[in-house]
């Protein structure tokens, strides 16, 4: 257990559709960053933020977006769903630089 | 463009011999690198880092070697064991500005190593 939570672990939804996915940092981690694994892409950075700022982002579209509270939580939301977004969503946390770990992921099935 | 590359997409190894996995990259700004494990469906495991600073980290079994002059990384694992059996990935990261986007990592594609009894 990598004492990082996302929820829900899976998730069906129809093209054009919104959803939200919720992580849970590690306690005390202050960062949270999000990747997308799709099958053609594998583990792609998708955004960072630290204590409740954006600090960087990557290959992240704009139908994407994402925002950390400040109990330090973090939700990613996906609008207007594609079939090419189905893919696993991992979020991350981190305190210092040698300790990025991982959630279990959200499974995201668009049809 | 893929700047980090892990070219061997599979590995098989008799239980108690040597694991040797390896990873290479292409963007000298890299200075950070880490190895993961991973089970489908599930999230990457946090296995062992090296800072671009060491070129030798080790962890229990788990031992990673940095060559920067080749741009190359490997983790050996001794002595393999069957529960070993999993994707690696190798990660990397450059310095961002302000010095805190270090979890902006890069990947490999990863390799499935199978460690059989």
């Known amino acids: 257990d990598s004492g990082v939570t996302q929820t829900p672990k899976h998730l069906i939804t129809a093209t054009g559709q919104r959803v939200t996915l919720r992580c849970s940092p590690r306690s005390g981690d202050l960062s949270v960053y999000w990747y997308q694994q799709s099958l053609d892409q594998g583990l792609q950075f998708l955004i960072h933020y630290y204590n409740g700022e954006e600090r960087a982002k990557g290959n992240i579209l704009e139908r994407f977006s994402a925002q950390q509270f400040p109990d330090l939580h973090s939700e990613l939301n996906l609008s207007s769903l594609e079939l090419g977004d189905s893919a696993l969503y991992f979020c991350?946390?981190?305190?210092?630089?040698?300790?990025?770990?991982f959630g279990e992921g959200s499974w995201l099935t668009v049809v | 463009d893929q700047q980090v590359k892990q070219n061997s997409p599979s590995l098989s190894v008799q239980e108690g011999r040597i694991s040797i996995l390896n990873c290479d990259y292409t963007n000298s700004m890299f200075d950070y690198f880490l190895w993961y494990k991973k089970y489908p469906a599930e999230g990457p495991t946090f296995l062992i880092s090296i800072s671009s600073i060491k070129d030798k980290n080790e962890d229990g079994r788990f031992t990673v070697f940095l060559n920067k002059s080749a741009k190359h990384l490997s983790l050996h694992i001794v002595p393999s064991q069957p529960g070993d059996s999993a994707v690696y990935f190798c990660a990397a990261s450059a310095p961002s500005a302000g010095g805190t986007s270090y979890g902006k990592l890069t990947f490999g594609q990863g390799t499935i190593l199978t460690v059989h009894p």
């Open positions: 991350a946390s981190s305190h210092i630089r040698n300790t990025i770990y």
